[in-house]
């Protein structure tokens, strides 16, 4: 027997189901880019990549945002490698980048419970910046716990569990070019 990668099921079997195609993905993320570079006119921001779902949104944005831009990462982990949030957030690895007096621009892969996000703002308000700012690609409304202010969202999704686009099931399928659910 051959047993099948994830990742060939996933793209050649269709066993998993479209969610946002590549080209849906990339129109939105070329508005969102437009948006960004006219509302950070004439500014410098700092854009925070929270790794590691956000890396694949984040190298595709950025190259929408026509500014002098820097780029920094932070790693939190709120699931471990299960499918349910643990409720707890823990750092992995904080930013290197100075962000008193700047102007942060933080990018999420996704929010789901939005503790993530919760734990972030907490964090960065703590580091008196200019100005705070969250994006996130998906946003899967119906499941947050917490009050959660997004400046940039991509997509509403349903509470639906997703793949691909920088998102990960156990740690594989971040590099499927589009957005599925995985049942
Ligand atoms: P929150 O703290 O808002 O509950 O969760 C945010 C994090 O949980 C995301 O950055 C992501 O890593 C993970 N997450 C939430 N929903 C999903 C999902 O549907 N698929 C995947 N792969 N990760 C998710």
């Known amino acids: 027997m051959n047993p099948k990668s994830e990742f060939e099921k996933a793209v050649y079997e269709g066993e998993f189901r479209t969610l946002i195609d590549q080209e849906t993905l990339r129109r939105r993320v070329v508005e969102m880019g437009r948006q960004i570079t006219k509302d950070y006119g004439g500014m410098q921001p700092i854009i925070i990549g929270v790794l590691n779902g956000a890396f694949l949104f984040?190298?595709?944005?950025?190259?929408?945002?026509?500014?002098d831009l820097e780029v920094d990462f932070?790693?939190?982990?709120?699931?471990?490698?299960?499918?349910?949030?643990?409720?707890?957030?823990?750092?992995?690895?904080?930013?290197?980048?100075?962000?008193?007096?700047?102007?942060?621009?933080v990018v999420e892969d996704i929010v789901?419970?939005?503790?993530?996000?919760?734990?972030?703002?907490?964090?960065?308000?703590?580091l008196a910046p200019a100005s705070l700012r969250f994006a996130t690609l998906l946003y899967k409304k119906q499941n947050v716990r917490v009050e959660v202010q997004l400046d940039y969202v991509g997509f509403e999704i349903p509470?639906?569990?997703?793949?691909?686009?920088?998102?990960?099931?156990?740690?594989?399928?971040r590099n499927l070019?589009?957005?599925f659910v995985m049942d």
């Open 112 to 126: 789901d419970t939005g503790l993530s996000i919760q734990f972030l703002r907490e964090k960065f308000s703590r």
């Open 159 to 173: 509470d639906e569990f997703v793949i691909g686009y920088g998102l990960d099931y156990k740690q594989i399928l």
């Open 58 to 67: 984040m190298a595709d944005l950025i190259r929408h945002i026509e500014l």
């Open 74 to 105: 932070i790693k939190i982990s709120s699931y471990g490698d299960e499918k349910i949030s643990s409720g707890k957030v823990m750092m992995l690895k904080d930013i290197n980048a100075e962000i008193q007096g700047r102007h942060i621009l």
């Open 177 to 179: 070019p589009a957005v």
